[in-house]
Structure formats: structure tokens, C-alpha cells
């Protein structure tokens, strides 16, 4: 009798083969990507009362101006529209990857632009000297307003 080693490996191939099949039956392709978890939820912030405050605060502080500023480009994860060319939209929509609704005093937007003595995290321009800040606690009240859906 002859050995066929390519035969054997066939056979062996098919059965496993045949036994993935029954163990994985029902399951997604493994060629497919899983998909990714559902929940969580949306922190959703108020667009009108960013247009009447909070962009008012950016643009007096100077943090749309171009250059150095978030004006026309990202200047770290942080970009807004250049002064003299406003996109309220897309200025929103930057604002509000710069909150943490869970911990509105953590959000990027407060502690970016506050005094390090004050709590403050690093960077090149420190308009808030502390959280008394007349515009620093409107835009806090700003991101406290905003609600999980």
C-alpha cells in the first residue's frame, strides 16, 4: 500500500474544516469585522447659545485668530474658523469635542485657557486668571447645560 501524504493532509484539511463549521455555526464570518458595541450615549450641547456666548468668548479672547490661535487650522485637536470668516457650525462642532460632560470642569475648553495656579492645564495663552472668570463661568454654565440623550 502506498502512502499519499498530500491525500491525508486533504482529509484531515476537509474535516477540519467540517468541524469549524459545526462549532461556529450561526457566527459571523470571521473574514467579517465585528461590530462595535452599541449604547453609550450623546452629550448634546445647546447651538444657539453657542452662537450668543460661547463663540462670542472665543473671538474676544482671540483664540480664532490665525497663526499661533485655532483660527484656520488645528493648533493641537482644537481648530476653529478664522475670524473674519466665521463657520458657526463647524466652530460648534470643535467646541464640543473640547468638553467632558461627565466632568465639565475637566473639559479641555475651561482648562486650557486657565491660569496653571488656578488649575489650568498647559498652554501657550492664559486668558483666565481663575474659575471667577466672568467668561470662564459662562462657559462653564454652557457645558453644564448640556444633557446625555
Partial sequence: MRWNAGKIR????????????????GCASPIEPPLPPGGGQDYVLDFQEFQQTVDPILTRHGCDAEGDCHGGGIRGTF????????APAFDFAQAG??????DPSASPLLTKPLALEA?????SFKPFE???DEDYLLLRQWIEGGEFQ
Fill in 10 to 25: 486533504g482529509e484531515r484539511a476537509a474535516a477540519a474544516s467540517a468541524l469549524l463549521a459545526v462549532l461556529f455555526s
Fill in 119 to 123: 488649575g489650568g492645564a498647559p498652554h
Fill in 79 to 86: 481648530a476653529l474658523s478664522p475670524a473674519g470668516d466665521k
Fill in 97 to 102: 469635542l473640547q468638553v467632558n460632560g461627565i
Fill in 130 to 132: 481663575s474659575t471667577s
